[in-house]
């Protein structure tokens, strides 16, 4: 089992909320990633950092901001939810080196938007 | 670029029966491979990964997969299908540079009593 948690697991909120998923790892991973997955959809990656105070944006567009203050902690938040933000984000982590190209997933996080 | 295609979005079989879902790629660089599998309502798991080591690779569940370079595939296999093989299967390939990847479409696998 992978050392990484989101939380929470399940959330719905009304539309204009700011909302923050949590990320954390405990393996000391320099690179963390957020995916977003519609239900039955591709992932699509959205955001990741390579470190503390490195944060880029991925493939696809979205309107989250990330923070990455702490090598194991990296939050992903929307500032006014909306209805078309309501997908599944699922968190990722992992480490360069010798057969560590390995990307670990936390176990997701359901948003749902009203 | 890099893309991955799974050529069946869905596959059904009967348990105790073999299990192919099928995979080919396209990557500029000398490829890293995975399969992943995500049940219901649960997060990603990491089946098996190709690292330019041997061109078969074993994973976990009795899961295994092929890498043929002149195919540009890499097909999972198992013997024999459980019930709880059940699930949503994703082919990955590793961007050369750093660890981004791209996924497939995913291929949802039912199992048949």
């Known amino acids: 089992e992978a050392d990484i948690y989101q939380t929470p697991r399940y959330l719905v909120i009304g539309t204009g909320k700011k909302i923050t998923l949590e990320c954390s790892q405990t393996m000391g991973h320099d690179k963390m990633y957020w995916y977003q997955q519609d239900p039955g959809m591709e992932l699509h990656l959205i955001h990741y950092s390579y470190g503390v105070n490195s944060t880029e944006k991925g493939d696809l567009s979205s309107e989250s901001t990330v923070s990455r203050i702490r090598t194991e902690h990296f939050p992903l938040t929307l500032e006014s939810a909306r209805p078309s933000h309501t997908s599944q984000y699922l968190c990722?982590?992992?480490?360069?080196?010798?057969?560590?190209?390995?990307?670990?997933f936390g176990e997701g996080s359901w948003l749902t938007v009203v | 670029a890099q893309s991955v295609t799974q050529l069946d979005s869905h596959v059904s079989v009967s348990e105790g029966t073999p299990v192919l879902l099928r995979c080919n790629y396209s990557s500029s660089y000398s490829p890293s491979l995975f399969w992943y599998v995500q049940h219901p309502n649960k997060g990603l798991q990491l089946l098996l990964k190709?690292?330019?080591?041997?061109?078969l690779v074993k994973g976990i569940n009795g899961f295994e997969a092929e890498f043929k370079k002149s195919e540009t595939s890499f097909h999972l296999t198992k013997p024999s299908a459980h019930m709880s093989d059940a699930a949503e299967y994703f082919c990955?390939?590793?961007?050369?540079?750093?660890?981004?990847?791209?996924f497939g479409g995913g291929t949802r696998l039912m199992v048949k009593p």
């Open positions: 190709y690292t330019s080591a041997a061109t």
């Open positions: 990722a982590s992992s480490r360069q080196g010798a057969g560590g190209n390995t990307i670990y």
């Open positions: 990955v390939v590793r961007t050369g540079a750093g660890n981004m990847l791209t």
